[in-house]
């Protein structure tokens, strides 16, 4: 079969004839004698696109090498030897091409800087186009190959390929995944003195660095020793990019104040969410401290506050307790019915035998020390009290 698609990468639309015909697993499978469909291979999925046969419009499902041979699986059967007339899915496979272009392009020049290699490549439609370099790289390191990819795009540089021989082979320094067998296929980014990259690749790239129009690096990531990047690239990256946008203009809004002072104004509402805990943590400590205060006397007692209380709040009424009486105390914050946080214990004994207690008589689960238990109990408040008297 010949490859249209390694050739001319544009061609998006063919006639011509069905070389064999199969039914297999419940699939229609072709052969084509010359096809403008990639298949799937090397972490890219099979283009989509529609094949002619007389008046039926038939929808190509896949593209998958079997044994060296591409066998295409098409919505219904086409005998062998019919006319066909192939049509890609143009702005799917447009994309496609950008973002493998794309990629060449930042796995070369991270290539050329560190000496790493892209050992995981995946091509996908709907989230960030991943590829894994074996070695460390920050954030920081990341994104500045990505300006110096972007660089290689503004440069509107040739991408091409090349079908060299064996002797040719062993002079030229390129890139590659696996040992090749057979006819080697290049794909070069630049050219004479501004070769940026060559690559040994099956897919189709665009012709001119500039059609690629942004890379955006998405996410970067440890990842099995080396590292982990997303990318998108063209309209893909423009997207994300408007997206993203459109977050920070909305939170701007929502902040009364222009982008660029929104880290003044997080910052701000950080250190006034802070005093305002602070404040709330001292009414609610003195206003606990005061009831705590008019308890009546005794040698055990227990305390119910807001089922909200915060932990530091809980200990604080804890403590209280323990000044206030010499025997058990205990603290619950909850709700019969859902339950209760406690903080329990004694200052004249081990704290865990009030543990033990509530873990006994009402089947508390929880920890502590000699200073203090806690833990959670589902019991009725009034069964919780006679603990206590
Ligand atoms: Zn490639």
Known sequence: MIKIYE???YENHLATKVMASKKEEGKNLIQLQESIFFPEEGGQYADSGIIIYGNKELKLLDGQIKKGEIWYSVEEEIPEGSDVICRLDWPIRYSRMQQHSGEHIL??????????????FHLSDDSAVTLVMNGDLTREEVLDMERVANDV???????????????EL??????SKKEIEGQVRLITVGYGDDVVDICACCAPHV??????????????AAYKGGTQIGILCGKRALDYIRNEHEMIDKLAR?????????PDSVESMREEIASLRETTFNLIDEKMKRIISELKEGKNACLFIDEDASPAIMKNCYNAMCEKYEGKVAVFAGKDGKGYR??????SEDSRLTGNILKEKLGAKGGGNEEMVQGRVDAAK????????
Not at 207 to 220: D, M, R, Y
Not at 254 to 262: A, E, G, M, R, V
């Open 7 to 9: 050739k001319n990468s």
């Open 107 to 120: 796995t070369g020049v991270i290539h050329n800087r560190y000496g790493y290699d892209n050992i995981g």
């Open 153 to 167: 795009i503004y440069r509107n540089l040739p991408i091409v390929d090349s079908y060299p021989s064996k002797e």
């Open 170 to 175: 062993e002079h030229i320094n390129y890139r």
């Open 207 to 220: 012709a001119h660095t500039g059609e690629i129009g942004l890379i955006k690096v998405v996410s970067v």
């Open 254 to 262: 929502s902040f009364s104040t222009s982008i660029d002072k929104i």
């Open 342 to 347: 406690y903080y329990a214990g004694s200052r």
């Open 382 to 389: 009034s069964d919780i009290e006679k603990l206590f008297e």
